[in-house]
């Protein structure tokens, strides 16, 4: 798997990659751990998980149990983990790429509909009552888990969004909290606030956002966020 795919040219400003969010999850600890003097951590998930040995080798690493011995930086090492592939080894394609561009390209602030539905989301409060599930609170939550589980304010560095061939992983989710924010974004327990910059921007990003998700589940993957400069 070559990282250069994943760089220049005119990429989307934000793209979703299929993923093993839970690897995801055990990855990024491990990493941490390593960075904070564990170094038992990494090893323990190597040597337990075949897969995640076996593909590290592939891409030429020897001993991939050493954290040591793996000269790529946390971003690469996190993203060539945990990227879901197809049977001939290239990156999954889980939507349709009309719809991941429409996904990746929106015409607002930084260009992320991600930041878009933060700003302008709100709880349905005539749903507030018979929103038993709290939807809104799960849109919120899983916004924040997707944009932000990689960055500063979840890490307290910014080193995964500084990788090779301009790596910027923001986060990721599951294939649980895939379903979930699928669910909770088709509910009723939100609404839209009355400064919404463009008329029907929100109905527009939930639509599209409902579908790649829809898509990531059918396939059962979870789903990395990336941003390009």
Not at 31 to 60: D, P, Y
Not at 61 to 79: G, K, M, V
Not at 134 to 148: A, C, D, H, P, R
Not at 166 to 195: C, H, P, Y
Request: aromatic share 6%; proline share 3%; hydrophobic share 35%.
């Amino acid at each position: 798997m070559e990282l250069d795919q994943f760089a220049g040219g005119t990429p989307p400003f934000i793209t979703l990659d299929a993923c093993d969010g839970d690897l995801a999850e055990a990855v990024l600890t491990a990493i941490e751990a390593h960075t904070n003097g564990n170094t038992e951590e990494w090893t323990k998930l190597v040597k337990k998980n075949n897969a995640l040995q076996s593909r590290l080798m592939q891409q030429g690493i020897d001993q991939p149990e050493n954290r040591e011995n793996i000269s790529w930086d946390d971003s690469t090492l996190l993203f060539t983990s945990c990227l879901e592939l197809s049977n001939d080894g290239k990156p999954l394609v889980f939507a349709d790429p009309i719809l991941r561009e429409k996904v990746g390209r929106f015409p607002w602030g930084d260009g992320s509909l991600i930041s878009y539905m933060h700003e302008f989301i709100r709880p349905n409060s005539q749903r507030k009552q018979q929103d038993s599930g709290n939807g809104y609170e799960t849109i919120v939550k899983l916004l924040e888990v997707l944009s932000q589980r990689c960055g500063p304010t979840h890490v307290g560095h910014d080193r995964y969004q500084n990788g090779t061939a301009g790596m910027d992983i923001k986060g990721f989710l599951n294939s649980q909290q895939v379903k979930e924010l699928r669910l909770a974004l088709s509910g009723r327990s939100w609404s839209v606030t009355a400064d919404e910059v463009i008329d029907g921007g929100m109905r527009d990003v939930s639509r599209n956002m409902i579908a790649i998700l829809r898509a990531a589940e059918r396939r059962d993957v979870g789903v990395f966020l990336r941003t390009h400069s």
